[in-house]
């Protein structure tokens, strides 16, 4: 079956270091892929998205370059900051382009990010 | 929009007692899921519905655990009898379903309801 792995936690990171998250994932298809973060007390929103190989999920500074052959979609940012502490996830889903939205998500187990001053 | 709504956000109940967990999803969505987080499994997903019908309900964890969504605009996640195990976050999603365009899936959640089963 699907399944995504994500590197352990929790990744702690000073102000302004880069951040990259691995995120390596099995799917029998061609699945959309998914970041989403939870902050603390909340629920999950989406960060960025990317549907086909090659391309590249970004939003608030982060990126994710669907990787076909490595089966990879590692979240990257330049330069993190406090506000960026929280759970990220990688998520798949196989409900791609010929069967339509709305199909269920498989998750990774979630990476903390904790940045300090 | 109002987003997920979830209700309540807490609950504190003893062992043995019914607890029912309700959402609201956002308007117009046909896709609901039912989600569970503990630190020690994660984000489970344990059911989701399609135009108000059951399509995957393998993740329920066993027969104290249903759930029903008697329209668009609502479901409820129940357990009867509670156990302390149960104890989790418990997450309500909804997604809009566009078969003819690429999917990309997007799941709006709610902020949860943590369950404590004393």
């Known amino acids: 079956g699907d399944s995504v792995t994500q590197m352990e936690g929790p990744v702690t990171l000073s102000e302004e270091a880069f951040l990259t998250i691995n995120c390596t994932y099995t799917?029998?298809?061609?699945?959309?892929l998914f970041w989403y973060v939870q902050y603390p007390g909340e629920g999950l929103q989406l960060l960025l998205k990317?549907?086909?190989?090659?391309d590249k999920g970004s939003n608030k500074g982060f990126e994710a370059t669907y990787r076909k052959e490595t089966t990879s979609f590692h979240l990257e940012k330049g330069s993190v900051q406090v506000s960026d502490s929280a759970v990220y996830f990688c998520?798949?889903?196989?409900?791609?382009?010929?069967?339509?939205?709305?199909?269920?998500?498989?998750f990774g187990t979630g990476t903390q990010l904790k940045v300090e001053l | 929009d109002a987003g997920v709504i979830q209700s309540p956000r807490h609950e504190v109940t003893e062992m043995g007692q019914e607890v029912t967990l309700r959402c609201k999803p956002i308007?117009?969505?046909?896709?609901l899921f039912w989600y569970r987080q503990t630190m020690m499994r994660g984000l489970e997903l344990l059911i989701y519905?399609?135009?108000?019908?059951?399509?995957?309900d393998s993740g329920m964890p066993e027969d104290r655990f249903s759930a029903k969504m008697p329209n668009a605009s609502f479901s409820t996640l129940k357990i009867q009898p509670s156990e302390p195990r149960d104890s989790a976050v418990y997450f309500c999603?909804?997604?809009?379903?566009?078969?003819?365009?690429?999917?990309?899936?997007?799941?709006?959640f709610g902020p949860g309801t943590r369950l404590t089963v004393l």
């Open positions: 999603a909804s997604s809009y379903g566009l078969a003819e365009l690429p999917s990309y899936n997007e799941q709006f």
């Open positions: 799917a029998t298809g061609y699945p959309s």
């Open positions: 990317a549907t086909k190989a090659d």
């Open positions: 998520a798949l889903s196989e409900g791609g382009e010929l069967t339509g939205g709305g199909n269920k998500l498989t």
């Open positions: 308007s117009g969505h046909d896709y």
């Open positions: 519905f399609n135009n108000n019908v059951p399509i995957d």
